[in-house]
């Protein structure tokens, strides 16, 4: 019995690291693009030939006043949480 629990945590812990691979991937423009939103994320801008923060929203990406060609993007990660201390 201990053999199948321990194989079964280590299939859910190899799942989620998995999904964390997936959810933290560059999304080519192509495959899909970001809800609009006023919110930030990771855009990789061609011309500048490296990562941004920019929004995407009303059909088009934006950084601030200046033109950007974005071609793959990701979500910014969740934000930092120290953990509880077991006392």
Known sequence: KKIIINNYVEYLHAI???EEQRRRRW????ERLPEES????IGW???RERCCFVQ???GSWHLGDESVRIIAW???PEPYEKK???E
């Open 16 to 18: 989620a690291a998995l």
């Open 27 to 30: 999304i080519p423009v192509e």
């Open 38 to 41: 006023l919110n930030s994320v």
């Open 45 to 47: 801008d061609k011309y």
């Open 56 to 58: 995407y929203y009303a």
């Open 74 to 76: 990701m979500p910014l």
């Open 84 to 86: 509880a201390t077991q």
